[in-house]
């Protein structure tokens, strides 16, 4: 069976911000565009969860030894891969930027061969990855950082960039002869040479063109002064566009056979990349992991949760660690106890633990936390007023219950947040009690936040129930943010009303 997950659920347990820092921890494009999705990290069965499991192991043991994947700084490269397959050609930056990828899939493949003994899971996984170091080699010769074709890239452009280069310094010699030319000097407008239209020409005075025989190519704002190619210049400026074009047919002949090459490799290249960005999504879960602090699971199939010291994941350091059990001798767990004191975030940190090991994570607690395969998460939690259908808070809950009710299994883990609230209190608690009894009928197991007594009442009365409670410190009369498994909590209403002003 599949993993079935509303996205408004993952929302108001807010997956969506564990997922930022999960594509945080990514640094492949294919990786981090895989991660818009809030339901992409999860597993859809449970033989691919538990391999996600041992590869986030595997990929822990790594960093933990100092070897990250090494993925370079790699750029989108589709739409080079589009155009080189139509036969086109693409710039030498371009190149460069295959020439990266090639770098990093060949780096990569040198680092699953290195670990294969202890990460076969990942080296398995990376199979798709080959070296093409022979191709970045080829590029890096004949393509510069800077994106410039080196002269290296050919005997051929050498010889034709050296020979521009002989030109364009003869010219420059020749020019500066003319320039102290007494003959000359009086039709100048000026004592320098310049180029206009790729040829070396002389700044001569409007009213002097006559004296100096040649080409005009052009003329400044004003029309005093002209810019003239000496006649006796063309035939080296000639030379020196010759040599300047056959050095940039050389280039484009460089270009186009070097895109011909990516060309052949772009099938092995997505491949390789696609595996590349699987690697990462691994390497990005045991990097949040260590992160968050987190513990591999143990993982079963009773729909249990164990967790000694289970933190919320997104509270970092002010999270207070909680003892948490669900499960075993019982399926619903009912959370009491003040406002404010940390029930809503205990029975979140429930859920996102059972999410985040579906998703390949660890367990944000203590080693030896049990987090069993659950197939559905199912939620009630907030404001669940639907103005476009025109239903009213209670309503919608109803609804939403009613749903839950049917759709919930042996497999579901379902979390409800003030069940029964927005109605007359007898007649919430008694509905309250009765989706309950339903979800525990069904085998559902059931985190559920409240202030009835009924609920509270019912672990006395069947097995199926425990109580839970988050302690008030009655001198304070501040919140502890304690979970305490097994007895049923106070509301201390008057109390919280006191500390908040309340005369």
């Known amino acids: 069976m599949g993993f ?24 492949t494009p294919l990786a981090r565009d895989r991660l818009t999705d809030l339901h992409a990290p999860f597993a859809a069965s449970r033989g691919e969860m538990l391999r996600l499991q041992v590869m986030t192991r595997q990929a822990d043991g790594l960093l933990e030894a100092g070897r990250d994947l090494p993925v370079g700084d790699l750029s989108p490269l589709d739409e080079i891969f589009g155009r080189v397959g139509r036969g086109g050609s693409v710039t030498p930056r371009e190149l460069r930027e295959v020439a990266s990828a090639c770098g990093a899939l060949s780096d990569a493949r040198g680092l699953l061969d290195a670990s294969a003994e202890v990460a076969p899971d990942l080296a398995e996984a990376g199979t798709a990855i080959v070296s093409l170091a022979f191709l970045a080699e080829e590029i890096h010769s004949s393509i510069g950082p800077d994106g410039v074709i080196l002269d290296s890239a050919s005997d051929a452009l050498a010889r034709a960039r050296s020979e521009t280069q002989r030109l364009a310094g003869e010219g420059k010699r020749r020019m500066e002869g003319a320039l102290r030319d007494e003959s000359l000097r009086a039709s100048l407008a000026d004592s320098f040479y310049t180029v206009r239209n790729d040829r070396f020409v002389l700044p001569v005075r409007a009213d002097a063109r006559g004296s100096v025989p040649g080409i005009v190519h052009d003329a400044s704002a004003s029309g005093a002064t002209i810019f003239v190619e000496p006649s006796d210049f063309v035939e080296l400026n000639n030379r020196h566009k010759r040599a300047e074009l056959e050095a940039l047919r050389e280039e484009r002949r460089i270009v186009a056979a070097l895109s011909a090459e990516v060309a052949r490799a772009v099938p092995e290249l997505r ?84 999410l985040c090991v579906r998703a390949g994570l660890y367990v944000a607690g203590d080693a030896g936390a049990r987090v069993d395969v659950f197939d559905e998460v199912l939620a009630d939690i907030g404001d669940e007023q639907d103005i476009r259908e025109n239903l009213s808070t209670f309503s919608a809950h109803m609804a939403n219950l009613a749903a839950i009710v049917r759709d919930a299994g042996p497999r579901s883990l379902v979390v409800l947040d003030e069940i029964g609230v927005g109605t007359d209190p007898s007649e919430g608690a008694a509905i309250a009690q009765a989706t309950l009894e339903a979800l525990a009928e069904r085998g559902a197991r059931v985190v559920t936040t409240t202030h009835y007594n009924l609920l509270k009442e019912l672990a006395e009365v069947d097995e199926r129930f425990e109580n839970a409670a988050v302690s008030f410190d009655p001198e304070t009369l501040r919140p502890t943010y304690e979970l305490r498994m097994g007895i049923a909590g106070t509301s201390s209403a008057l109390s919280v009303a006191e500390r908040m002003g309340m005369p």
């Open 4 to 27: 079935s997950v509303e996205t408004k659920t993952l929302l108001r347990l807010e997956w969506h911000e564990l997922v930022e820092q999960l594509r945080s921890s990514a640094r």
């Open 271 to 354: 491949a390789g990349l696609e595996a590349l960005a699987e690697l990462d999504l691994i390497f990005a879960r045991a990097k949040l992991s260590r992160q968050l602090g987190g513990v591999p699971p143990e993982i079963g199939d009773e729909g249990v949760i164990e967790i000694r010291a289970l933190r919320h994941p997104l509270l970092g350091a002010h999270a207070v660690p909680n003892d948490f059990s669900l499960g075993g001798p019982y399926r619903v767990l009912v959370i009491s106890g003040p406002n404010a004191g940390g029930k809503t975030v205990a029975m979140k940190a429930a859920a996102l633990a059972a």
